[in-house]
């Protein structure tokens, strides 16, 4: 799993999160060409053994990622509705990328009880399923504001921080945030598919992101479900090589450049 893992992570820390950053409205947000090049030394720093060249290599991606969630919760202070929400969300998750690729470049770990391949993991999900996603559902949302979208902003970045949480809470939270998470998803997928255009690039991208989700999250219910009842399920390789492939790839990698393409706005 380690090579497909160091893969995914280079597509999602030197692509998705430094071209995905430009869709959010912050303040003080650093050039795309440094986020350019702060992930693709974060990159790198994914082929290196863990130690202090890996550590400086990705320290710059994870200073970035810091300062975007510090200056992101500030939005909390704006009245909260369903597009604060997502921004929030995306920012944030951002500061959960920064600490994971501190810890596990730095061959600190276990740390708070969890091995590296564990903060390796907690990168690619908050890159892909905490920045992107939420990037992709609250974009949705101001394209299309109504019930379906406002309920995507709500429930995608809750599955997310209750998946976070199952790790030290137990199974059956994780499957929560699972099902909370795939919710918010297919909410977004159906209102994307009825939104964009299918003759252009960024809608063809948009159009691919939507189709995958449900195969993609459907994988991560069932590995979920599996964990907390022990009921046959992929493991994780398996789960890593299907649902990790698909959510990088079409909902991270595809959602951002779609987005990008598509539309002016920022979240």
């Known amino acids: 799993m380690n ?37 693709t030394l974060a990159s790198v720093s994914m082929l290196l053994d863990a130690g202090l060249p890996a550590v400086l290599l990705g320290l710059p991606m994870a200073v970035l990622c810091a300062g975007t969630a510090a200056v992101g919760l500030r939005r909390v202070t704006e009245r909260v509705d369903a597009r ?20 596990d470049r730095s061959s600190i770990a276990p740390f708070l009880g969890f091995d590296a391949t564990v903060w390796r993991l907690t990168v690619l999900h908050f890159c892909v399923a905490g920045f992107a996603a939420s990037l992709l559902v609250g974009l949705t949302h101001v394209a299309a504001p109504g019930r379906k979208t406002s309920f995507a902003c709500l429930a995608a ?8 949480a199952g790790h030290f ?16 998803l297919l909410a977004c997928s159906w209102a994307v598919l009825h939104l964009v255009r299918f003759d252009d690039s960024g809608g063809q991208l948009l159009a691919v992101a939507a189709a995958v989700t449900p195969l993609t999250m459907l994988l991560a219910v069932s590995w979920a479900l599996g964990d907390a009842t022990d009921l046959p399920h992929l493991t994780l390789t398996q789960t890593a090589a299907t649902h990790g492939v698909g959510n990088a790839l079409g909902v991270g990698l595809a959602g951002v450049l779609g987005w990008t393409t598509v539309t002016k706005e920022q979240l």
């Open 84 to 103: 604060v929400a997502a921004a929030v969300s995306a920012s944030s998750s951002l500061g959960v990328v920064a600490l994971a690729l501190v810890v």
């Open 169 to 184: 809470l137990g199974p059956w939270l994780e499957l929560t945030g699972a099902l909370s998470l795939t919710a918010g």
């Open 3 to 39: 090579g497909l893992l160091v893969a995914l992570l280079v597509v999602s820390l030197g692509l998705v999160v430094p071209l995905g950053v430009r869709l959010l409205a912050l303040p003080l947000t650093a050039p795309v060409a440094a986020w350019l090049t702060a992930g």
């Open 157 to 164: 970045p809750t599955g997310t921080a209750l998946v976070a």
